[in-house]
C-alpha cells in the first residue's frame, strides 16, 4: 500500500484496531509523543501507531499484522538510546513497537531459573528478593537488641 494522506494512515490504524484490538494501541499525537521523541527532547517524529504487547503471543500478532499491512516495525525497550534507532525516521509508514508491558517473569523450580520477558522485570524480582533479604535481618536484629 502507497501511503500518501492522512486517510492512508487513518485505514492503517482502523486496520491494526481491527486485528490487535484497541487496548494495545496508541494512535494520537499526544499519546505517541514519548515514544517517539529522542530521549533528550532533541528529535521528535511521529509514527502511524504505538503497540505495547503485553505478551510473545500479542508480539508475533503484532508482527504477523504489521507484515501483512506492510508496515515496518521500531521495537523500542527504553528509549535510552542516543543514535536515534528507537524512534521512527519514517513516520507514515511505521510503528512503534514498546516493550514496556512486558514483565512477566517465569519461573522453573526445577531447575531454579527465572526468565523475564523485559529486563525491567528481572530487576524488580532482584528489588523484591533484595528488600525480603534485609526485612529477614532486620527482624534477626531485633531479636537481639
Not at 135 to 143: T, Y
Amino acid at each position: 500500500m502507497t501511503i500518501v494522506s492522512e486517510h492512508d494512515i487513518e485505514e492503517l490504524r482502523f486496520s491494526l484496531k481491527n486485528r490487535l484490538g484497541e487496548a494495545l494501541l496508541l494512535t494520537s499525537q499526544e499519546d505517541m509523543l514519548r515514544y517517539c521523541r529522542d530521549w533528550h527532547g532533541d528529535v521528535t517524529s511521529s509514527a502511524v501507531a504505538v503497540i505495547r504487547p503485553r505478551s510473545t503471543k500479542e508480539v508475533s500478532d503484532t508482527v504477523r499484522a504489521c507484515a501483512e499491512l506492510g508496515l515496518a516495525i521500531i521495537p523500542q525497550g527504553g528509549n535510552t538510546g542516543l543514535v536515534l534507532g528507537g524512534i521512527p525516521d519514517e513516520p507514515k509508514r511505521q510503528v512503534v513497537l514498546s516493550l514496556e508491558r512486558m514483565n512477566a517473569i517465569r519461573i522453573r523450580k526445577e531447575n531454579q531459573v527465572y526468565s523475564a520477558e523485559e529486563k525491567r522485570a528481572l530487576a524488580m524480582l532482584n528489588s523484591e528478593e533484595k528488600l525480603q533479604r534485609e526485612q529477614r535481618l532486620m527482624n534477626e536484629f531485633r531479636k537481639y537488641v
